[in-house]
């Protein structure tokens, strides 16, 4: 089984590991319905919040469908090591 990339068992595993899940959906698609936990920095605004990810934590990304997770990941991989898109944010629960 995989989740927009990430595998089932491999997101598990981060997320025991104390991986931040980030929605990067706009607030009010994550003021409908989000996974527990999740921290919402929509996409239009994670260069300007950068500063409230841990490079000591992994990051679990999603959005809607994984478009703009995928998106976002690919800006975060130049300055963050750990980084995965788990596609929609229903994957993550």
């Known amino acids: 089984l995989v989740r927009g990339g ?10 025991a590991k104390g991986a931040l899940i980030v929605d990067v959906r706009t607030s009010g698609e994550f ?16 260069p300007q919040r950068m500063e409230e990810l841990s490079k000591a934590r ?3 990304l999603c959005c809607a469908s994984g ?14 090591v750990e980084v995965y ?4 944010w229903q994957r993550v629960l």
């Open 6 to 15: 990430i595998r089932v068992d491999e997101m598990n595993e981060l997320k």
């Open 31 to 46: 003021a409908q319905a989000a996974a527990p936990g999740s921290l919402n920095i929509p996409l239009d605004q994670l």
């Open 58 to 60: 992994p990051i679990i």
């Open 67 to 80: 478009s703009r997770s995928a998106f976002a990941q690919r800006f975060l991989k130049q300055a963050y």
């Open 85 to 88: 898109n788990a596609g929609p």
